[in-house]
């Protein structure tokens, strides 16, 4: 069964047919089967934290295709209660096709798509949120290359990363940099530096891990053809919201910083976004902005994403 839980659960050749899917779903060049690729099936969203993007990209991708979405919280199901993740896999897998999950603990998606027997794709977890920097590598190559070879046009980029080093959008554009031949710096305090988990998954894919870490954001943005950030403070780190932000200030995307990138760098977050925080309110609204281009290809990503594992499926 092939699920999507992390970037390399698609192979570098696979991103580059995701690309050009999700491009051809948002320049509406998609085939009739590709726009029909769930007809009559219906997909259980199982959310444990709050979403807006991901929610509802997922729920209109779902009915693009023809499909149904059916949304779970923890909350309202018997997982409140304390039936395991096992079994709740196992029940949902004899209802619906395919399940998308949120979650705390990436130990979590692992384990559903283990029990379970539908495919699994990673809605956000501690650790990786694979939709997000797969939606944003193609906001990339549409800025910068050709419609034919969207992967193509990544190869030597760069991309820097401010702020909190040790979350989950850092590691999955880590993962994601790698799978298309990108540079990528990380800037951050001491304390939130990625930690060798990245290192070992990375590697125990077949891939060399190749990003670098300092504390100096100028350093880390010389060059960059993206300047990119996250919340300081992710969900389910509320309790350290103080430490973190006081650490992070240094962080801040500024114009200065936007200015010490290369002259056309974009800037990137996957949003929520907090002006004033992460990014001055002048970036985030400034030319060089393109936080909402990032935000519609989650509804062109996923629905490529979808569209591929369901026929994984079929061809099983
Ligand atoms: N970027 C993102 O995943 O947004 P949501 O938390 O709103 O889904
Ligand atoms: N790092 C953030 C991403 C939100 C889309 C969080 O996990 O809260």
Same mark, same amino acid.
């Given at each position: 069964?092939?699920?999507?839980?992390?970037?390399?659960?698609?192979?570098?050749?696979?991103?580059?047919?995701?690309? !050009?899917?999700?491009?051809?779903?948002? &320049?509406?060049?998609?085939?009739?089967?590709?726009?029909?690729?769930?007809?009559?099936?219906?997909?259980?969203?199982?959310?444990?934290?709050?979403?807006?993007?991901?929610?509802?990209?997922?729920?209109?991708?779902?009915?693009?295709?023809?499909?149904?979405?059916?949304?779970?919280?923890?909350? !309202?199901?018997?997982?409140?209660?304390?039936?395991?993740?096992?079994? !709740?896999?196992?029940?949902?897998?004899?209802?619906?096709?395919?399940?998308?999950?949120?979650?705390?603990?990436?130990?979590?998606?692992?384990?559903?798509?283990?029990?379970?027997?539908?495919?699994?794709?990673?809605?956000?977890?501690?650790?990786?949120?694979?939709?997000?920097?797969?939606?944003?590598?193609?906001?990339?190559?549409?800025?910068?290359?050709?419609?034919?070879?969207?992967?193509?046009?990544?190869?030597?980029?760069?991309?820097?990363?401010?702020?909190?080093?040790?979350?989950?959008?850092?590691?999955?554009?880590?993962?994601?940099?790698?799978?298309?031949?990108?540079?990528?710096?990380?800037?951050?305090?001491?304390? +939130?530096?990625?930690?060798?988990?990245?290192?070992?998954?990375?590697?125990?894919?077949? +891939?060399?891990?190749?990003?670098?870490?300092?504390?100096?954001?100028?350093?880390?943005?010389?060059?960059?053809?993206?300047?990119?950030?996250?919340?300081?403070?992710?969900?389910?780190?509320?309790?350290?919201? /103080?430490?973190?932000?006081?650490?992070?200030?240094? +962080?801040?995307?500024?114009?200065?910083?936007?200015? /010490?990138?290369?002259?056309?760098?974009?800037?990137?977050?996957?949003?929520?976004?907090?002006?004033?925080?992460?990014?001055?309110?002048?970036?985030?609204?400034?030319?060089?902005?393109?936080?909402?281009?990032?935000?519609?290809?989650?509804?062109?990503?996923?629905?490529?994403?979808?569209? &591929?594992?369901?026929? /994984?499926?079929?061809?099983?």
């Amino acid at each position: 069964m092939k699920h999507f839980l992390k970037e390399t659960d698609f192979t570098t050749e696979e991103l580059g047919d995701l690309l !050009t899917l999700a491009h051809d779903y948002k &320049h509406n060049k998609a085939s009739s089967s590709q726009n029909n690729v769930l007809a009559g099936q219906t997909w259980a969203m199982l959310f444990f934290k709050s979403s807006t993007r991901t929610r509802v990209s997922f729920e209109a991708g779902l009915n693009d295709l023809g499909g149904h979405a059916l949304f779970l919280s923890q909350d !309202t199901s018997q997982l409140s209660r304390g039936e395991s993740i096992a079994d !709740t896999a196992r029940t949902l897998s004899r209802f619906v096709k395919g399940l998308i999950i949120r979650t705390f603990d990436h130990k979590i998606v692992e384990e559903f798509a283990q029990a379970g027997s539908i495919p699994v794709i990673n809605g956000l977890t501690d650790f990786l949120h694979p939709c997000q920097s797969f939606s944003d590598l193609l906001a990339m190559a549409e800025r910068w290359g050709d419609e034919k070879n969207l992967l193509e046009s990544l190869k030597g980029r760069k991309i820097a990363f401010l702020g909190d080093c040790d979350c989950n959008m850092a590691y999955s554009l880590i993962m994601a940099a790698n799978m298309g031949g990108m540079e990528i710096s990380l800037a951050g305090p001491e304390g +939130y530096a990625p930690t060798e988990k990245i290192e070992d998954l990375l590697s125990a894919e077949g +891939y060399f891990p190749n990003h670098q870490f300092t504390t100096d954001p100028m350093e880390a943005v010389e060059g960059a053809d993206v300047v990119y950030t996250d919340v300081w403070v992710s969900m389910g780190d509320e309790d350290e919201a /103080a430490e973190r932000t006081e650490k992070m200030k240094p +962080y801040c995307v500024t114009s200065k910083i936007m200015k /010490a990138a290369k002259s056309d760098a974009i800037f990137m977050h996957c949003l929520p976004a907090h002006p004033g925080m992460e990014v001055t309110e002048e970036v985030l609204e400034g030319p060089q902005s393109i936080v909402f281009d990032q935000t519609e290809n989650r509804l062109h990503m996923q629905k490529a994403i979808l569209a &591929h594992l369901a026929n /994984a499926v079929s061809d099983q």
